[in-house]
């Protein structure tokens, strides 16, 4: 980034297009309301894993008129195929690749978004602070406690803008509905709940083993994970449903849905965590992670249950996922489509104002998109919206609950050892990286 560009990033605004769904926007689209900023003013985006998630948030990033995508890169050469021809729409020829740290060593590009499997997101992020880019990280933040903590730290020590894509913390009525929580007015909270029922999911058959396709650098898509042979369904979306991956829905939702507790109750870690579940609802599918998990919380001073099942949607409340807090006063219930309150009574008198359904008006991924842009220019990155320290803690509340799980023990956490009370759940904190690959040290 050259000085005019440092300072036009300082200087300058910009306006945020469009609402709506968490979606791609289609190429034809984009060309007709994209404006362009001029070279100098540029901001060069490199984007590693461009399907699902790495390609909506880049297209979020192209609304912007100062943003260029500079290089892209992924393991599969028919997806990169497809990325170059939907670039081309919007006459933008990127440099590509198949290995990040080629990507990382082009000095032209300024910010990475890193949208690759979980596994990979700790050693991505890491390598791209030390290259001196911005990076805007998909969620959940990091795939182990470990490698949360390396990440804060890797931000701190090479002074880099670092977004987790947790975007609700950008959309309005999550923002106000947390203001609500904030406010008192529900009175003493000593429950709260979390919840995802994936009415959609249908059981991921057992399928053999088979050779890498053409055009896949599956080492490089295994990386650190243990050496296994190809299987279509461990790869690409389904690779969330695998520990040496993932960790399931727990930590894909879990992220999202926790995380507002943890902001509304003003909380990091519990004190204890206990957990149960497992496959039951597809016993025999190829999954390995639980399709059925409940966890129980204690933060000191209430109360937070998580819940997830697949294959059926009804859950509290009748919401399919959502969060609730329960106070003496009232219960504030708030998912993806909206929020309201529903008071409690005193001798049939309510204790408050009942608040009417406030839908979704805006777009939260654009929001957190602008933001991190906007960090990027003054380096206040207190005024992100979901740095890394906040999408590390909530990674890290997840993953204590499948490691109680994994471990079939009462989690305790001592702060000062940062560690827990038994060597079966500490076995969990750290990965093994296999194939020559290192967790970084700091």
Known sequence: MNHSRRNFLRNTSFTVIGSGVLAAVPMEVLARIRRYASPNERINIGLIGCKGMGWSNLTAFLKLPEVNCAAICDIDDAIIEQRKADLAKININPAVYKDYRKLLANKDIDAVIIATPDHWHCLQMIDACAAGKDVYVEKPAANSIREAQ?????????????????????????????????????????????????????????????????????????????????????????????????????????????????????????????????????????????????????????????????????????????????????????????????????????????????????NGLEKHVANFVEVMRNRKTETLACGIEAGARVAINCHMANIALRSRTQLLWNRKKNEFSNQAANLFLSPVYHNGWKLPKL
């Open 150 to 362: 390396l990440m804060v730290a890797a931000a701190k020590k090479y002074n880099r803008v670092v977004q987790v894509n947790q975007w609700q913390r950008s959309q309005d009525h999550f923002k106000n509905a947390i203001d609500f929580v904030r406010s008192g007015k529900l009175g003493r909270i000593s429950f709260t709940k979390t919840w995802m029922h994936r009415s959609g999911s249908v059981a991921l058959p057992v399928v053999a083993d088979e050779a890498v396709p053409p055009g896949v650098d599956y080492d490089m898509w295994l990386g650190p994970a243990p050496k296994k042979p190809f299987n279509k369904n461990r790869f690409h979306y389904e690779f969330r449903w695998f520990w040496d991956y993932a960790g399931g829905l727990m930590t894909d939702w879990g992220v999202h849905l926790i995380d507002m507790v943890l902001m509304g109750m003003n909380v990091d870690l519990p004190k204890s965590v206990i957990a149960s579940g497992g496959k039951y609802v597809f016993p025999t599918d190829a999954r390995e992670t639980p399709d059925l998990q409940m966890a129980v919380y204690d933060y000191g001073n209430f109360t937070m249950t998580w819940e997830h099942t697949m294959g059926s949607g009804t859950g509290n409340y009748g919401l399919n996922h959502g969060i609730a807090f329960l106070g003496e006063n009232g219960t504030l219930i708030l998912n993806r489509s909206g929020w309201e309150v529903k008071p409690e009574k005193a001798k049939d008198i309510d204790k408050i104002n009942p608040v009417a359904f406030q839908p979704r008006t805006d």
